[in-house]
């Protein structure tokens, strides 16, 4: 699969081997509607990569393990998106793809844990480093102007947060 800038239709069919789904997830696109998608990585002999399916009547095709072969997908410099206008076939012979490449495709959807560090090496790590700090909370101080949530966050390493 070949990288692209920007996001563009291929029609010609791809045969790839799907490596890993996530369950379907629910979102509200633009228009304010409810939909759902399904995050999936696909992988054919040269690359995996991260394969969005946005028609919830072909997330049963995803099954993992299975090859299929795809026409008119969208090709997106993250991956690819399958729409209401791909056609998906089921392919005759299965595809076998080197273990590298399996291993690289779980990992785009299932990465490694990051490593668990003390607050003075996460704060020493280099910018976007992924890392894991164990420890409790015993104050969060809130900014102006932030909204308390409950929904689940990332800890911003420079927040006030204190740590026992």
Sequence with gaps: MKSVVGHSPYPKKVTVKVLCTDPATTYVNDKKERRELMNTVVADSTKAVKCVVYDSKKFHRFATGSTIILRNIIRKPEGIAVT?????????????????????????????????????????????????????????????????????????????????
Excluded at 88 to 99: C, G, S
Excluded at 111 to 129: C, G, I, R, Y
Aim: glycine share 4%; no cysteine; hydrophobic share 45%.
């Design 84 to 164: 209401s206008a791909t056609v998906i076939f089921p392919a005759a012979k299965t595809l076998d793809l080197p273990p590298s490449i399996e291993k690289e495709g779980i990992a785009i959807l299932h990465p490694p844990p990051a490593d668990v560090k003390s607050v003075a090496e996460a704060l020493a790590s280099p910018t976007k480093t992924r890392v894991s700090v164990r420890g409790k909370i015993v104050q969060v101080s809130m900014q102006a102007g932030e909204k308390e949530t409950h929904l689940p966050f990332f800890l911003n390493i420079n927040a006030s947060f204190y740590f026992t």
